[in-house]
């Protein structure tokens, strides 16, 4: 038996085929790769460009994994399964056997949901005439066809095994729910009642109900026949009747039943030997059947399309007793039988996905399943949520000699890889943040990154991203959705809102950088951008010495413009003891102070005024000397300070700070001396 063949996939790039390039592939965000032509260097490459540089374009292909559940219908799968995947962790491994196969069925439910909403589409682009709609709801249907049909037999052999282990009746249920079509046809046979005889599908139902182990309803549509009375009916009838079934909870031991079960097939054998039934090839042909007749079954498997599709009824007919342990060499024997009736030799036998899987399934191998199951087409959704199911109810403890540790490692990688595939989905990733806040400290720290990498284009989204971070406590998380916030508000001119953006934040440099734009901006331009936001920082303004410095000169702004001078000038004054001025600030400090140190009645006292004095000398005529100096040795740089002043040249403008500070200084001593004496 041969393994599925990689899938192939092919790339436009003629450079990776010249000059002995090849391809070369590196992983970028989320799951994608990106390829692109490359030449291998070797110890003997010289360190030089080739003659072939530059002569052809380099180019990047980004290659990336069909994302199935951006699909409308696909993607309320998703949601509705996330439901149970919640409710499953919430039992935290504690729920009883009846709980986890409640979870396990509400799965199955909702695959099924998904199928018929999926056959609808079908449907409806059949009726538009759209190929490719259709094509890809069909290929979505044999996804999760198989889905279903794995996940229900997983369910049946590990999830609700009986008590004593036997599964033949669970593997009737699962064929019959899978192949319908012989019930349904004996349901439309039983609503036409006598009749019912005169239909082609008359026999081949019985057939089908027979091979299915469907003995009952097998008997009651023999009841329908005219020749009902006869008594090779009757006979057949009082066959079907007493034929032993083995039930877990009938209160009789497995050898009992072996010795009623080889009674009854004795004494049917040697009637069929007797050619009683010879009158009705049909009724002798469905006993034959049930016997387990060699030959009558060999014709049914080369009439079969699956290999397991007569493999549960034949076990109801051979072995009914047939413990889990005993499934998987049963399944071999079964599938060598199929597989040499259908004309292939071991090697040849090309087994389609779902039909290997099966059978990994029935030989108990399920490290194989996993392996599988992950090759399904799905984005991982199936392989996760099924193996997480087993994990919780303690049936994953089968992989690897450190099985517990293992089962761990398993399930958690499984979860972070399909979490963090729904994170990378604008509509799914509060979805994906299920699956990693329950797979360890990785799928905290993943969640932590990827949370902040969520785009987001309104301020409602951001607060919402923010109040997960805060509820997680990813106080990274919210300072960096509120720095992106705040530089997208600073982009669109709305600085107030950006300012509080970056207050929010607590990020002391980021709030600095912002409170520098605005000083940098009055400074300019002697406008001061959003008042109101400054004017309620309130104590907020401690985040940032820069941005205590942008709230106290903004009121010294508000004083002056209210010609509330001597709180003005008492402010002033502070500022420029301070020491938090920025360096690109002192210039306009000390101009503001021009008006106030010329006014006839001062406003500052002369203690202040040689203060400022001293800042003038101190400060500002140090700072200008050294752009001066800088300036003569790269000519070519531009000067910051100064530039642009309404007052061009800086030798005048120091010469009146100076004169002004002077005449303060005069009237100031003047009148202090008046009051003193």
């Not at 007797?274 to 002798?284: H, K, T, V």
């Not at 030799?345 to 990994?360: A, F, G, P, W």
Request: glycine content about 4%; overall charge negative.
């Amino acid at each position: 038996m041969q393994e599925d063949q990689p899938i192939l996939f092919a790339v436009v790039d003629p450079l990776s085929c010249r000059y002995a390039n090849t391809l070369s592939g590196q992983f970028v965000s989320g799951n994608k790769v990106a390829l692109s032509a490359y030449r291998p260097i070797t110890s003997t490459t010289v360190d030089a460009p080739t003659e072939f540089a530059g002569k052809d374009d380099v180019l990047i292909h980004m290659l990336q994994q069909e994302f199935i559940f951006d699909d409308p219908i696909l993607r309320s799968l998703v949601a509705e399964a996330n439901s149970t995947f919640v409710a499953l962790q919430e039992l935290k491994k504690r729920g009883s056997k009846t709980e986890y196969i409640k979870i396990s069925r509400t799965y199955r439910s909702i695959v099924r949901a998904c199928l018929e909403k999926l056959q609808e589409a079908t449907v409806n682009a059949e009726e538009r005439d759209d190929v490719d709609a259709q094509a890809k709801y069909q290929q979505y249907i044999s996804i999760f066809y198989s889905i279903e049909c794995v996940w229900h037999l997983s369910e049946i052999l590990f999830l609700d095994p009986t008590p004593s282990n036997a599964v033949v009746p669970q593997l009737l249920d699962w064929i019959r729910f899978h192949f319908p079509a012989a019930e349904r046809m004996a349901t439309d046979l039983l609503l036409l009642g006598r009749e019912a005889s005169d239909s082609d599908d008359y026999w081949p139902a019985l057939k089908g109900l027979i091979i299915q182990g469907q003995v009952d309803v097998a008997r009651a549509l023999l009841h329908l026949h005219p020749q009902v009375e006869t008594a090779h009916f009757k006979l057949t009838d009082q066959i079907l009747k007493s034929m032993p079934t083995y039930t877990h909870h009938g209160g009789t031991s497995i050898q009992k039943f072996r010795s009623q079960w080889q009674y009854w097939l004795t004494d049917t054998e040697r009637k069929v030997s007797a050619n009683i039934l010879a009158i009705e090839p049909n009724l002798e042909e469905l006993i034959q059947l049930v016997t387990g007749d060699t030959q009558i079954w060999n014709t049914q498997i080369q009439e079969s399309e699956y290999w397991y599709e007569f493999f549960p009824g034949y076990l109801f007919f051979t072995n009914p007793a047939c413990k889990h342990f005993e499934l998987g060499n049963a399944a071999n024997t079964w599938l060598s039988r199929w597989a040499r009736l259908k004309g292939h030799t071991s090697n040849e036998l090309q087994m389609k996905h779902l039909d290997r899987v099966i059978l990994n399934l029935m030989e108990n191998d399920m490290h194989q399943v996993i392996h599988a199951i992950q090759l399904m087409a799905d984005n991982q959704w199936f392989v996760t949520h099924l193996t997480d199911l087993l994990y919780n109810c303690g049936q994953l403890q089968i992989v690897g000699e450190n099985q517990v540790n293992e089962c761990i490692k398993l399930r958690d990688s499984l979860l972070y890889d399909f979490g963090s595939s729904l994170m990378s989905r604008n509509a799914l990733w509060q979805l994906g943040m299920d699956y990693l806040d329950h797979c360890g400290q990785e799928g905290q720290a993943a969640l932590a990154l990827l949370l902040a990498k969520i785009p987001f284009r309104t301020e409602k989204q951001a607060l919402k991203i923010i109040a997960i971070a805060q509820k997680k406590r990813f106080f990274e998380v919210e300072q960096e959705i509120c720095k992106i916030q705040s530089k997208k508000s600073l982009n669109e001119q709305r600085y107030g809102n950006a300012l509080e953006w970056a207050i929010r934040s607590r990020d002391t440099l980021y709030v600095t950088s912002i409170a520098d734009f605005l000083l940098n901006h009055y400074s300019k331009t002697g406008d001061m951008l959003c008042p109101d936001a400054i004017a309620n920082i309130g104590a907020k303004m401690f985040i940032s010495p820069r941005l205590v410095f942008l709230v106290k000169y903004f009121d010294f702004y508000q004083f002056y413009r209210k010609r509330d001078f001597l709180p003005a000038a008492e402010l002033l004054v502070n500022l420029l003891e301070s020491k938090i001025t920025p360096e690109y600030f002192w210039p306009s400090l000390l101009i503001d102070s021009i008006p106030l140190l010329e006014s006839k009645d001062p406003k500052i006292l002369s203690k202040e005024t040689c203060a400022i004095l001293h800042h003038l000398e101190t400060e500002l005529v140090p700072l200008i000397d050294k752009k001066k100096k800088r300036l003569e040795k790269y000519p070519d740089e531009p000067i910051g300070i100064l530039k642009d002043y309404r007052i061009e040249n800086i030798e005048e403008i120091i010469n009146l700070l100076r004169l002004a500070c002077a005449r303060n200084l005069s009237r100031a001593i003047i009148i202090e001396n008046t009051v003193m004496g």
